[in-house]
């Protein structure tokens, strides 16, 4: 039973470019969170997603989209990139009806140079 | 506001407990959770507290005080693989059922 999944490992982008992180969950699970966690820091919430649909979002611009799809795998954009904006994205997948455990994929390592 | 409060740093010996503590201050609470996190991985879930209470979980336990916003977690007969960081989070009440607001972690050191 695959685990959350995320592509790619890692990404190197500049300034002004755009971006697109993909995640799958784990199997069963139906819902999707994004995180992004600087270096030091803690994650932080940027949004969630739950038939195809976001359901709630953190303090994050415009810039920052998603969209889930009806296998419930996701992605997150990221348009018109900020030196800030290099971090960790980590996708948490958890089953609405269960929410007591939200499994971690292994992140997206994004550099914006 | 939402703030959550853990230390940076912990040094510890190999085969002793330590005792990590959070205190947070949220707009809303559904549960306490702990995470651990090792260097350029995923954090993995260690402990969930929603009463009061003690979970304990082989060598990891949670303890939680609502009334004061306060959790800690304790981690016995340390090892070396425990070096990692430990991340505390608040589920908040909100429309998102797993909105989790994280503190910023603290960083374990473990030595022989």
């Known amino acids: 039973d695959a685990g959350v999944t995320q592509s790619p490992t890692h990404l190197i982008k500049t300034r002004g470019q755009q971006v697109t992180l993909r995640c799958s969950p784990k199997s069963g699970h139906d819902t999707v969170s994004w995180y992004q966690q600087a270096l030091g820091q803690g994650p932080q919430f940027i949004f969630q997603?739950?038939?195809?649909?976001?359901?709630q979002r953190g303090n994050f611009p415009d810039r920052f989209s998603g969209h889930q799809f009806p296998n419930y795998s996701s992605e997150l954009n990221v348009n018109a990139l900020l030196l800030g904006d290099s971090a960790l994205y980590l996708c948490?997948?958890?089953?609405?009806?269960?929410?007591?455990?939200?499994?971690f994929g292994p992140g997206t390592r994004l550099t914006v140079l | 506001g939402q703030n959550i409060d853990q230390p940076t740093e912990m040094t510890a010996t190999e085969g002793a407990i330590v005792q990590i503590n959070c205190t947070y201050q949220?707009?809303?609470?559904?549960?306490l959770f702990w995470y651990q996190q090792h260097a350029g991985e995923a954090p993995t879930f260690l402990s969930y507290n929603v009463l009061d209470g003690l979970e304990e979980k082989g060598r990891f336990s949670s303890f939680l005080s609502r009334s004061k916003g306060y959790s800690y977690l304790l981690l016995k007969e340390l090892q070396m693989k425990d070096s990692a960081s430990y991340l505390c989070?608040?589920?908040?009440?909100?429309?998102?059922?797993?909105?989790?607001?994280f503190g910023t972690g603290t960083l374990l050191a473990v030595q022989p």
């Open positions: 948490a997948s958890s089953l609405r009806e269960e929410y007591n455990e939200q499994f």
């Open positions: 949220t707009s809303g609470f559904n549960g």
């Open positions: 997603y739950y038939e195809e649909e976001e359901r």
């Open positions: 989070a608040v589920r908040d009440r909100g429309g998102a059922t797993n909105k989790l607001i």
